[in-house]
């Protein structure tokens, strides 16, 4: 990779500097200029030309970036060398009133890789040339070029960044993009490009994202030994018949019977691109960020201009091709035993038992133990490198797909009510046993079972929501210091951190960032989502002027001052309260409850790290 040193005014530059500042004229940037001469850097300043030129560019883009400096933009090609160079020397040249054209600033290259290789018929290279320059006053410099330059890669990825935003605006039509536009205030879903004609199920199932989730078995240590379907499969949290994987495959070697492994949604990596089409400010002179009125939400498979890697797959700057998410309701290893928790019994060691998904367990919950989301962390991340309880970003992409494939928020009327409809008794948990749902494998429905209550699943995950609160990670709260719980709040919004990476309680300190997006407070049927460019993948509530139908169909709450937490989804009795989108913020740090559980994740790039 070429490497420069600092860019060097020349005499002649300078003198041109200090005529404009008399008043003489303007400066006007004309070509840069590529040497093969290696020159010492302590005498780029004397440099009135430059020798040994081999390829000369116009200017192909100007740009004031402040008031004192502008950016240059050029490239070079090789179509018309018959002979390779290295790259020594560039030089940028501007047009003096008395002088004519001048060498005006000249930079040299230190890394010796900047080779420009003849061209040979077949392959065209090129270099993009970028350089800023200081100019005494940036309003004394032309911004006209010669309209014979080329483009640059910068200018035509600028164009097609355009085109694809005009394209989002109109609507992509494209049959490998899926979409859905939301229009909140008139309660109206249609769907778009890919998915426009196609139902829930078995239309979506050929495209990746969706169809590619599918339930198997993981490692401690990461590794997929065995997918729904195969007749080694087990959902007990351990293998019961060995498992041999051959040689070149992934994960090659053989797993014997007994081997711990959890039972998990492996969730194939996608692009996302979200149109704001129409956005509200939600407190006028106030920065409380902007309520989303109407939008489209796509999503592909492959990369596209435009579109972004969901944050799912992204952690810490690195990418995934694929995250697995618990099938399962977390239920509790007691790793001094050597047995999973199979009835919720209050025995959790926080220091040394595990987070589980495996079926035919109680849910694991805070009835008398410190199950709070603090400890629920500790008990994920003791499986193993790459675990973690689910967080902001591995919610929010079983949202999105949801959304998209089910044209709607409200999935319980899309796929059912779920486990909502008890009676509270106000004194234990309440929650079914996990694994209703181990038939419907990865497809998405509801069954009922032994016990005559609803278990839902969406291509795998079972009860996401219903049956029992889930702590959410990589999520803080911190709402005003005056928030007590009384009308007076009304109106009043809190603050939302996220992250990806190095988890913590009440902060909004590195890792985690400022999201732009402002949780209203108290509770009511959610009515609009939150928006800001950076977290256009949230589902978080800025509103809730709904009902238990639309737009969203679920609730939210949020009503305690200072920093709170994050839980997801509902318990056995909240009716039509629940659902993927039913969002409490409500809780402190140190809370924890009969009705509030986890799940795990497994992210293959934090193991790596």
């Known amino acids: 990779m070429a490497e420069f040193s600092k860019l060097v005014i020349t005499n002649k530059g300078q003198a041109l500097i200090a005529k404009m500042i008399a008043g003489e004229g303007s400066i006007e940037f004309t070509k840069i200029a590529a040497s093969s001469k290696e ?24 740009t004031r970036t402040n008031k004192v400096a502008i950016e240059v933009q050029t490239a070079l090609s090789n179509t018309d060398l018959t002979a390779g160079y290295y790259i020594r020397t560039l030089g940028l040249y501007a047009l003096d009133p008395d002088e004519g054209e001048v060498l005006y600033a000249v930079t040299k290259e230190t890394s010796g890789n900047a080779y420009m290789p003849p061209y040979n018929g077949i392959t065209v290279t090129g ?19 010669n309209p014979g330059a080329v483009a640059t890669i910068g200018d035509i990825q600028e164009l097609e960044k355009q085109i694809a935003d005009l394209q989002a605006f109109v609507g992509f039509t494209d049959n490998e993009i899926y979409g859905v536009e939301v229009d909140f205030k008139n309660n109206k879903f249609t769907r778009l490009a890919g998915a426009a004609g ?10 990746h994202c969706f169809g590619g989730r599918r339930r198997c078995n993981v490692t401690n240590d990461g590794k997929v030994v065995a ?6 499969f087990s959902t007990t949290g351990k293998l019961t018949k060995a498992v041999t994987i051959p040689e070149g495959e992934q994960y090659a070697g053989t797993y014997a019977a007994g081997t711990p492994v959890q039972v998990m949604v492996e969730q194939p990596k996608f692009y996302y691109k979200v149109v704001p089409l129409v956005t509200d400010i939600v407190t006028e002179g106030e920065n409380h960020g902007h309520h989303i009125r109407k939008a489209r939400y796509y999503v592909s498979e492959e990369p596209r201009t435009g579109f972004k890697v969901h944050p799912a797959f992204v952690e810490s700057g690195r990418i995934n091709d694929f995250i697995y998410l618990a099938a399962f309701e977390g239920s509790l290893y007691d790793a001094s035993a050597g047995v999973y928790i199979l009835d919720d019994a ?7 038992d595990m987070l589980s998904s495996i079926a035919n367990a109680k849910p694991m919950s ?7 989301r603090a400890n629920t962390r500790k008990i994920s991340q003791k499986r193993g490198s790459g675990w973690e309880q689910s967080y902001a970003a591995t919610v929010a992409a079983s949202q999105m797909l949801m959304l998209i494939e089910y044209a709607t928020f409200n999935m319980q009327s899309a796929i059912g009510m779920g486990a909502v409809s008890k009676t509270d008794d106000g004194a234990s948990s309440m929650t079914e046993i996990t694994g209703a749902t ?7 429905g509801a069954v009922t079972n032994a016990n005559g209550v609803q ?8 009860n996401f929501w219903g049956n029992i609160w889930t702590w959410v990670d990589g999520m803080n709260e911190n709402n005003p210091s005056t928030w007590n719980n009384k009308p007076e709040n009304e109106g009043q919004h809190g603050k939302l951190y996220v992250a990806d990476h190095g988890f913590a309680d009440d902060t909004g300190a590195s890792p985690y960032i400022d999201t732009g997006i402002y949780p209203c407070y108290g509770g009511g049927y959610v009515s609009a989502f939150g928006y800001s460019e950076a977290f256009d993948w949230l589902f978080i509530p800025t509103e809730k002027a709904g009902n238990s139908a639309l737009p969203v169909g679920d609730y939210f709450w949020n009503q305690y001052a200072g920093w709170r937490v994050a839980r997801l989804g509902a318990i056995w009795s909240d009716g039509a309260h629940a659902g993927a989108f039913y969002w409490s913020l409500s809780d402190a740090s140190s809370n924890r409850y009969r009705n509030v559980g986890g799940r795990l994740v497994y992210v293959p790039t934090k193991k790596a790290a």
């Open 346 to 352: 209050q025995v959790a060691d926080f220091a040394a």
């Open 227 to 232: 997918y729904y379907g195969d007749g080694n």
């Open 198 to 207: 196609k139902t829930p199920g078995a239309s979506f199932d050929s495209i």
């Open 438 to 444: 181990v038939n419907l494998g990865n497809a998405s």
């Open 455 to 462: 278990i839902v699943s969406y291509r795998g995950e079972e």
């Open 39 to 62: 020159y010492e850097e302590s005498g780029l300043q004397e440099i009135d030309s430059l020798d040994e030129v081999r390829q000369t560019t116009l200017i192909s883009k100007i």
């Open 366 to 372: 805070g009835l008398t133990q410190s199950l709070t």
């Open 127 to 145: 270099a993009y040339i970028t350089i800023i320059t200081t100019v005494g006053n940036a309003e004394n410099v032309s911004l006209e070029v």
